[in-house]
């Protein structure tokens, strides 16, 4: 894990929440699908817990970040996705992980869009009641906008 400042978004709700974050070291054993299923299609009680768009342009469109949740194997777990018509090829989607409040995480993907022709997730990770243990999804358009996350939840 690599140690790496705090990032501080005032509202999920627009573009100017989102914040540049740098890349981390992935420890794989956090990063899996939660009881072997996809999250997307497979979980139930789903909810967005935000969205924003990270690229809009007139002509092609938006693509979407949001990090959700919902329920696999009667456990709450977390993902990120990515959304829109202006997908293409070489979207990412990740998912960063703190264990204490967003000081330091871990960086669960990329997930990498293969032909563009698709919503993108990750895989779902376990929530926990501790407050120190939050989530936030990051992804890239290829059509570009640079890296963008959200707002620790």
Do not use: H
Not at 103 to 121: A, F, I, K, M
């Amino acid at each position: 894990m690599r140690r790496v400042g705090v990032l501080a978004a005032t509202s999920v709700l627009c573009l100017s929440s989102l914040a540049a974050a740098g890349p981390a070291q992935a420890n794989l054993g956090t990063c899996y699908y939660y009881g072997g299923v996809e999250p997307e299609p497979n979980a139930y009680n789903r909810w967005t817990v935000y969205e924003n768009t990270i690229y809009s342009n007139w002509f092609w469109g938006e693509v979407n970040l949001g990090l959700r949740v919902g329920t696999l194997n009667n456990r709450q777990v977390a993902w990120a996705r990515l959304t829109g018509p202006a997908q293409k090829s070489n979207d990412a989607v990740w998912l960063d992980i703190s264990e204490d409040g967003g000081q330091s995480w871990e960086q669960c993907g990329p997930v990498w869009n293969g032909d563009g022709s698709r919503n993108l997730w990750t895989s779902a990770i376990p929530t926990r009641s501790d407050p120190n243990f939050r989530f936030r999804a990051c992804g890239q358009a290829a059509r570009g906008g640079g890296i963008r996350c959200g707002s620790w939840w």
